[in-house]
Nanobody, 122 residues
Framework: QGQLVESGGGLVQPGGSLRLSCAAS????????IGWFRQAPGKEREGVLC????????YYAASVKDRFTISRDNVKNTVYLQMDSLEPDDTAVYYC???????????????WGKGTLVTVSS
């Protein structure tokens, strides 16, 4: 059974940076669409951005464009989310997810991590 485990969350001041990692086990990320999602307190989970299996990034949260970057390391079987210029509204639990082979992010994610909390506050 494939698993995704996020790490790297924590408390950061506004304007700061964090890099989240998502390590996969029992499944290969190469060749799959992958994505990051988030759920802020009192809100529904939303898609943040996706990286397609052919390397195209699509942003679903307009507020993060030019601040967040998704990448993958196929050797380490790990996905990353680099978050810069963080704002209080970025406070949320962040989840990584992977689609099944041939399926697309964000609508057909087959594997989900349990999330890591990011808090942006002074």
């Amino acid at each position: 059974q494939g698993q995704l485990v996020e790490s790297g969350g924590g408390l950061v001041q506004p304007g700061g940076s964090l890099r989240l990692s998502c390590a996969a086990s029992g499944l290969i990320l190469d060749g799959r669409d992958i994505g990051w999602f988030r759920q802020a307190p009192g809100k529904e989970r939303e898609g943040v951005l996706c990286l397609s299996r052919i390397g195209r990034t699509t942003y679903y949260a307009a507020s993060v464009k030019d601040r967040f970057t998704i990448s993958r390391d196929n050797v380490k079987n790990t996905v990353y989310l680099q978050m810069d210029s963080l704002e209080p509204d970025d406070t949320a639990v962040y989840y990584c997810a992977a689609a099944g082979y041939g399926w697309s992010c964000p609508d057909a994610m087959a594997y989900w991590g349990k999330g890591t909390l990011v808090t942006v506050s002074s």
